[in-house]
T-cell receptor
Framework: KQEVTQIPAALSVPEGENLVLNCSFT??????LQWFRQDPGKGLTSLLL?????REQTSGRLNASLDKSSGRSTLYIAASQPGDSATYLC??????????FGAGTRLFVKA | GAGVSQSPSNKVTEKGKDVELRCDPI?????LYWYRQSLGQGLEFLIY????????KSGLPSDRFSAERTGGSVSTLTIQRTQQEDSAVYLC??????????????FGDGTRLSIL
């Protein structure tokens, strides 16, 4: 059974800092891994999707890496802004396209 | 519409009643997912539909939960004889399907279900 752990559970940083969110998963036989953000009272927005054959994906100030063999992924956010405040969720997909979510990292960026 | 649409956005009902939650996926998306997010908890996978294949129901928590997808488009999640622990936000997502890979899932804003 896939288990996903995200560290830290919560993070508060001043605006402008670079930061790293960590995700680990127990079953390395994944098809891909997605990073999402969730704003309060809203659904999830897909940020980055890394296929199992890839090592990283970049979108703007976001960079996600995947080390499938060790069961780890990181989301790097450069030059953080108050608008980045949200909960960030890591979600690997295994056989049958079942997606398992971590509990998330709650990020607060102070102006 | 352009995105995944869920209705109702909020539902309050009495314990023991049946409820139906609706999801309209993005047009052309063949994969559809239901998740549950309880207060302070992560997202819990419930069920997955892909085209005409048999759905993956492995996440449904009990036989009071069922889901249908008619015509490969709209899906309905039904909870019978609701209990207070069913209170949660129910999220639906859809994605296109390409052989051998996943595509990003697009989420609706969810239905917030409260059982009194």
């Amino acid at each position: 059974k896939q288990e996903v752990t995200q560290i830290p559970a919560a993070l508060s940083v001043p605006e402008g800092e670079n930061l790293v969110l960590n995700c680990s998963f127990t079953d390395s036989a994944i098809y891909n891994l997605q990073w999402f953000r969730q704003d309060p009272g809203k659904g999830l927005t897909s940020l980055l999707l890394i296929q199992s054959s890839q090592r990283e994906q970049t979108s703007g100030r976001l960079n996600a890496s995947l080390d499938k063999s060790s069961g780890r992924s990181t989301l790097y956010i450069a030059a953080s802004q108050p608008g980045d405040s949200a909960t960030y969720l890591c979600a690997p997909s295994t056989g049958g396209f079942k997606t398992i979510f971590g509990a998330g990292t709650r990020l607060f960026v102070k102006a | 519409g352009a995105g995944v649409s869920q209705s109702p956005s909020n539902k309050v009902t009495e314990k023991g009643k049946d409820v139906e939650l609706r999801c309209d996926p993005i047009s052309g998306h063949t994969a559809l997912y239901w998740y549950r997010q309880s207060l302070g908890q992560g997202l819990e996978f419930l069920i997955y539909f892909q085209g005409n294949s048999a759905p993956d129901k492995s996440g449904l928590p009990s036989d009071r939960f069922s889901a249908e997808r008619t015509g490969g488009s709209v899906s309905t999640l039904t909870i019978q004889r609701t209990q207070q622990e069913d209170s949660a936000v129910y999220l639906c997502a859809s994605s296109p399907h390409m052989t051998g890979t996943n595509q990003p899932q697009h989420f609706g804003d969810g239905t917030r279900l409260s059982i009194l």
